[in-house]
């Protein structure tokens, strides 16, 4: 493109457009290489359902008793149930029960706690 008259030094001279092509490749392979780097040093992510804590043994003893309560709260007037919920409450084994139902959130306590009561308030 260019002759000996126009380019003296024999030097490799490269347009404005090319540059800004090679600069833009460069820009796009160096984020890919960026991208690629923090995909490889990316942790495995926890899929935990609902997103919430797992809940710890002093949380679900709290939340036990609050369960019964509110069941015993529910059924004054029948003596039968207040009596076995009061009995279940003071079997309850929170490490027995946290060994049966590993990793549980709040929203799984409720749904175990209304599996093991629905047969004492019938």
């Known amino acids: 493109m260019f002759n000996s008259v126009n380019n003296p ?7 404005a457009v090319s540059t800004g092509q090679e600069k ?11 991208e690629k780097r923090y995909l490889e040093n990316d942790e495995k992510d926890e899929v935990k359902i609902g997103g919430l804590p797992i809940l710890t ?19 004054e007037d029948n003596p039968k149930t207040i009596e076995k919920l009061n009995k279940f409450l003071s079997k309850f ?4 029960f ?13 749904m175990v706690m209304y599996n093991e009561t629905a047969s004492l308030i019938s």
Do not use: C, W
Not at 9 to 15: A, C, L
Not at 24 to 34: F, L, P, V
Not at 98 to 110: C, G, R
């Open 9 to 15: 030094f024999g030097k490799r001279i490269e347009s």
């Open 93 to 96: 084994d929170v490490k027995k």
């Open 98 to 110: 946290m060994k049966q139902n590993p990793n549980m959130t709040s929203a799984d306590f409720h």
């Open 57 to 75: 043994e002093e949380e679900i003893l709290y939340m036990t008793k609050n369960y019964i309560q509110k069941l015993i709260s529910e059924n």
């Open 24 to 34: 833009r490749q460069n820009q796009q392979e160096q984020q890919k290489d960026e």
